[in-house]
């Protein structure tokens, strides 16, 4: 993702003082913009109490179930370092009103799938037009709005719309697939897409990069299609085995193609991704903390969704409401998280998120088989609160100490992480839930396995960045 890398002018002069209240203008256009980034936000959580019924619906096994998440995941993370360049050498405007046509073709294509094949297209495609709404809407945000207060209550608004479209997309998900069905929550999709797409173009001005940069083709291929070979080995392997011959080719594949990248990488004049700035301890360190927090969050949401559907029958509404108590705390976590990181500092804050995500990710293997939602509700919640602070510390871990022209490749970075934790933890870990014989028995395995991730990574990441405040 590409988000202003040109270096920002400073001089001695104050600066003229910027309005410190939207026009009218600003608030369509802050709509615009917010709009479709909860869109794609909701596109993560809508589909996931709906999944056992559209198995049932298209034929999906429970094992194939984890690739109506990973279809859309695997090229929204894997496609947007690349379109975020391209949006700067042809337009930002002209692509983000791309994305949203494709991702409004791909909503109906799944609304309407008549198999599995059709639906896992229309969610890959789906996934294809995030990774250009993403960089492109975050770049319009922060090219239309100028530094200081205007820009910092534009990203906040963002921000909690984001949460908010996760909390949104699992409560609405329920309604949906218990009134009208499984294939309204796709349906909805498309009709908001459609709506920001008639709105936009009259609203959105064009934005480019002040210097054009020059098109890191090499870097986007390896990456990409490592990290696509990479995860398709791994699933593959959680339910084949590694002695496969698809699994083997791909692994090494991927191994292979992400090795050439790092060495494309070094060389390039105009980088996707700047490996000096991989090696500050900030950077590596907080995109580790972020990477694992977003996956392990991601698999227990899948995992709790499938234990709370097949193994306690709750109803799809029923199973929303569970997330929706979730989602509330994580919008109250986001009002207090950015104190308690005033506080204690960014690098605390994340090690204590961490380690707080892990033990009460270990909590949830007190459920039981014929009761347990009172239990799942308590502790995924809370999970959450930590999950959040993560985030939030995460990022501003990433991105404290980067020099003003090199804040954009910093922020791309955070962005793209989240993308690829949400990506690899289903086919990873969420898969094992499925393919252990009893899905009771796979749900606690993959919980122990996700706790003890998370712990471990907690005490790394606290070593890793060593003492003092991160802010």
């Known amino acids: 993702m590409a988000i202003d890398t040109a270096p920002t002018a400073h001089t001695p002069a104050p600066a003229p003082a910027a309005p ?14 917010c709009a479709a980034q909860f869109m794609v936000a909701l596109d993560f959580s809508v589909l996931n109490v709906a999944l056992p019924v559209l198995g049932k619906d298209l034929g999906m096994s429970q094992a194939g179930l984890q690739w109506a998440v990973t279809a859309f995941a695997l090229p929204s993370g894997g496609f947007l370092l690349l379109f975020g360049r391209i949006a700067d050498l042809f337009g930002r405007r002209k692509l983000f009103l791309t994305g949203l046509a494709v991702f409004g073709t791909a909503s109906l294509i ?8 059709v639906f896992l297209a229309g969610r890959a495609l789906q996934g294809l037009g995030a990774a250009v709404i993403v960089p492109t809407g975050m770049s319009l945000l922060t090219t239309t709005f100028p530094e200081g207060p205007l820009r910092d209550r534009a990203l906040g608004i963002s921000g909690t719309l984001l949460s908010l479209g996760f909390t949104v997309g699992m ?44 098109l890191d083709i090499p870097g986007a291929v390896t990456v990409t299609g490592g990290l696509l070979a990479l995860i398709y080995s791994l699933s593959t392997a959680a339910q084949n085995g590694f002695g496969n011959t698809d699994v083997l080719v791909t692994l090494i594949a991927g191994i292979a193609l992400l090795a050439a990248f790092v060495a494309v990488e070094s060389k390039a004049a105009a980088p996707l991704v700047s490996l000096p700035m991989l090696r500050r301890r900030t950077v590596a360190w907080g995109n580790i903390g972020g990477l ?36 509330v705390l994580s919008v109250v976590a986001g009002m207090y998280a950015p104190k308690a990181i005033g506080r204690f500092g960014a690098r605390r804050v994340l ?48 991105t404290s100490g980067v020099p003003d022209e090199e804040q954009g490749l910093a922020t791309g970075l955070v962005t793209t992480t989240q993308q690829v934790g949400i990506t ?9 839930a499925t393919t252990q014989g009893d899905l009771f028995t796979g749900v606690r395995t993959v919980l122990g396995i996700d706790a003890a991730i998370l712990l471990g990574a907690g005490v790394l990441v606290a070593v890793g960045l060593g003492r003092g405040k991160t802010q």
């Open 171 to 214: 409560v609405l998900g329920g309604v949906l697939t218990d009134t009208l069905g499984w294939r309204s929550t796709m349906g909805l999709l498309g009709v908001a897409s459609a709506v920001v797409l008639v709105l936009a173009p009259g609203l959105l001005t064009e934005s480019r990069h002040p210097v054009r940069p020059r």
């Open 110 to 117: 799944a609304t309407f799938a008549w198999n599995p094949e």
């Open 351 to 398: 090690v204590g998120s961490l380690l707080g995500q892990g033990v009460l990710t270990s909590a949830l293997l007190g459920v039981g088989a014929g009761s347990g939602a009172l239990l799942a509700t308590a502790a995924v919640s809370l999970a959450s609160m930590c999950h959040l602070g993560a985030i939030i510390s995460y990022g501003l871990t990433v």
């Open 292 to 327: 694992v927090t977003f996956s392990m969050m991601s698999t227990v949401v899948f995992v709790l969704t499938l234990y709370l559907q097949e193994v306690l029958k709750l109803s799809s509404f029923e199973t929303g409401l569970v997330f929706g108590v979730q989602g």
């Open 424 to 432: 690899i933890g289903i086919p990873l870990l969420g898969v094992l």
């Open 20 to 33: 410190e209240r939207l026009s009218p203008r600003a608030r369509l256009v802050l709509f615009v913009l």
